[in-house]
Nanobody, 124 residues
Framework: QVQLVESGGGLVQGGGSLRISCAASGRTFSRNAMGWFRQAPGKEREFVAAINWSGSMTYYANSVKGRFTISRDNTKNTDNLQMNSLNSEDTAVYYC?????????????????WGQGTQVTVSS
């Protein structure tokens, strides 16, 4: 089993920045690719970003390319999402996700594990 715990969410002004983090733990966590999804009120959960185990390959939703950056620190079993130039459309609950494999594509397309979510609210 894998446990994922997000942190760093909060309220930020439009145009501002926020960094959220995810800490992974558990007996079965080894070389899992990780990613982020988000869900706004009344909408389906959508993919945001993913990264493979080594950090050599990343994936981003078109809506966040050039603004968000995903990274990871395998010595701490964490991944991070740096969010810049935030706007109201970025307001959502952000969920950390992990794949069963080391594939970033798996983290994007078929994540196996989920965190509890952290709220990000962007105000005008």
């Amino acid at each position: 089993q894998v446990q994922l715990v997000e942190s760093g969410g909060g309220l930020v002004q439009g145009g501002g920045s926020l960094r959220i983090s995810c800490a992974a733990s558990g007996r079965t966590f080894s070389r899992n690719a990780m990613g982020w999804f988000r869900q706004a009120p009344g909408k389906e959960r959508e993919f945001v970003a993913a990264i493979n185990w080594s950090g050599s390959m990343t994936y981003y939703a078109n809506s966040v390319k050039g603004r968000f950056t995903i990274s990871r620190d395998n010595t701490k079993n964490t991944d991070n999402l740096q969010m810049n130039s935030l706007n109201s459309e970025d307001t959502a609950v952000y969920y950390c996700a992990a794949a069963a494999s080391d594939s970033g594509y798996d983290a994007k397309s078929r994540p196996r594990y989920w965190g509890q979510g952290t709220q990000v609210t962007v105000s005008s």
